[in-house]
């Protein structure tokens, strides 16, 4: 555990896998709700094969893997063409983001200038088409599109080399290369970012990756934010247990006091606002501040707002899979009569 | 192409699922265990075991009703005294959800059992997100409870195993 503040308390969990080889789901049959399912008898999670061995097998057999998710872009063509899968996609409510360490010695990111430099340095449009393969979407604020009503959603910062370079000259620039890390599987995402940052503001990059366990000690020294961190912007992905949480969740971790991903001071603005925001009990109130944090916090710039990727699922054609959007549930999954189980 | 489920007749089949994500276990969760609310596709809130909610006191209480007639798979039956056991066990630990304290309600949070199948929350603050916060707080049977609960006949404690 990370503990990020004593009073009131405030931690996140750390966590280690150790998974069970095959985890058995059996339906129960008297639900209350008809309507919505179960419509499977059962489901077994394996966590017996690798992931790329998972991804050959439901491309090219049948019984062995009917649903894998966590399916790269890069990976969906595969899917496509194959003769037993089928990909389905949906804009998930996750957002891939910097931290910007506004306490970052050498750098002048505490100064709004160089962290907006850092956001018009980047051409989020090329990251989307070319790195995610079109399977994402430019991100404005920390807020992903599925998040928001079409009619409240903010416009991402626009790619301009020309006056990030401006920014980050008045600033005062940088004395040393940038450091660029990243957690997880993110790391075509960070070199992209790089190249953009080296191109529009004329400044070494290096990127640091850290994968696995590797993980564990970057994300409690940034959670306990007792030690300095290593780096200057961190890369990282991070969702939502619900659209209308988001701010609770997505806004709160990167920028708010209890955040476990803030580097830098806490920013008053914005507790003030996250103090309204849980006041408000409905629906349209909520949305409505909702809708000034996440402006707030793109026009501070005080994260590098990047992309919200689509979640890709491998499906067996023979199985009627519903994708959601801040979770991964079966409740109305079902398969036909020519599925393997059924034959 | 699907040309025919089975809804309506009972669930039939199996299939075999791989899930990397380091969430895995809350989806676990989340296919097998019933809370008052519960995520659309859409990844919108709606009722799962809570039947209908309203805020009153400005924010400060949260009156929910209870689902009528819902059973956990024992046969026991799910309803306001199954719920004020989930909020007592879940206010015993301070970090009791892994991704952290954020889906704690706050300390001094109370809940009082209003009858057979309705209960208020009653806040120090008003809580504007705390219909969320109730799909962290997991209902479960007595059997669960008084058996392995979240960790605690195994790790001895609750802490970060909800």
């Given at each position: 555990m990370a503990i990020t503040q004593m009073d009131p308390f405030a931690a996140t969990w750390l966590q280690l896998e150790d998974r069970t080889p095959r985890v058995r789901l059996t339906a129960n049959p008297d639900y209350w709700d008809k309507d919505r399912g179960p419509r499977l008898r059962e489901i077994v999670l394996r966590n017996d094969l690798p992931f790329e061995e998972a991804l050959d097998l439901v491309c090219t057999t049948e019984g062995e893997v009917d649903v894998l998710s966590g399916v790269s872009p890069?990976?969906?063509?595969?899917?496509?063409?194959?003769?037993?899968?089928?990909?389905?996609?949906?804009?998930a409510v996750f957002a891939v983001a910097g931290v910007i360490n506004r306490d970052?010695?050498?750098?002048?990111?505490?100064?709004?200038?160089?962290?907006?430099?850092?956001?018009?340095?980047?051409?989020?449009?090329?990251?989307?088409?070319e790195t995610m393969f079109g399977r994402a979407t430019p991100l404005a604020g920390l807020a992903p599109p599925a998040a928001v009503p079409e009619e409240g959603r903010l416009n991402p910062h626009p790619h301009d080399a020309s006056r990030a370079a401006e920014l980050w000259s008045e600033a005062g620039g940088a004395e040393r290369p940038l450091r660029v890390a990243v957690l997880g599987d993110l790391e075509d995402v960070a070199r992209a970012v790089a190249a953009d940052l080296e191109g529009s503001l004329g400044v070494g990059v290096d990127v640091v990756v850290y994968r696995g366990e590797e993980e564990l000690p970057v994300r409690r020294r940034l959670a306990e934010k007792k030690l300095a961190q290593g780096w200057d912007i961190l890369i990282l992905g991070h969702g939502a247990q619900f659209a209308e949480s988001v701010v609770a969740e997505l806004h709160r971790a990167f920028v708010g006091a209890t955040g476990e991903f803030r580097a830098g001071p806490v920013v008053p603005e914005f507790e003030?606002?996250?103090v309204e925001l849980a006041a408000k009990t409905t629906p349209p109130e909520q949305a409505e501040v909702s809708g000034r944090i996440d402006r707030f916090v793109r026009d501070e710039a005080l994260a590098l707002s990047l992309c919200a990727p689509q979640?890709?699922?491998?499906?067996?054609?023979?199985?009627?899979?519903?994708?959601?959007?801040?979770?991964?549930?079966?409740?109305e999954t079902s398969v036909d009569n020519e599925h393997w189980s059924r034959r | 192409m699907v040309e025919e489920t089975n809804q309506g007749?009972?669930?039939?089949?199996?299939?075999?699922?791989?899930?990397?994500s380091p969430l895995n276990w809350l989806y676990i969760t989340y296919n097998t265990v019933?809370?008052?609310v519960r995520a659309t596709p859409d990844g919108t809130i709606e009722p799962a075991a809570m039947e209908d909610y309203r805020w009153l006191d400005g924010g400060y209480t949260l009156e929910v009703n209870v689902r009528e007639g819902n059973r956990f798979p024992d046969g026991e039956p799910l309803n306001a005294h199954s719920v004020k056991r989930a909020f007592d066990e879940v206010m015993l630990w301070a970090s009791p959800h892994p991704p952290g304290t954020q889906f704690n309600f706050a300390a001094g949070t109370t809940l009082e059992v209003t009858g057979e199948h309705s209960v208020r929350f009653h806040f120090p603050e008003p809580d504007g997100q705390a219909l969320g916060k109730l799909r962290a707080m997991h209902v479960m049977s007595t059997a669960f409870w008084e058996g392995p609960g979240f960790g605690y006949e195994r790790q001895g404690s609750g802490e970060g195993h909800w």
């Open positions: 890069a990976d969906a063509e595969k899917i496509e063409t194959s003769e037993y899968a089928k990909l389905v996609a949906t804009d970052a010695e050498g750098l002048p990111l505490a100064d709004r200038r160089a962290r907006l430099a850092l956001n018009l340095a980047v051409d989020r449009d090329r990251l989307v088409r003030s606002l996250f979640a890709l699922y491998a499906v067996n054609r023979h199985v009627d899979f519903t994708p959601y959007k801040t979770s991964f549930e079966f409740a | 007749n009972g669930p039939v089949g199996t299939i075999n699922v791989l899930d990397p019933e809370e008052l």
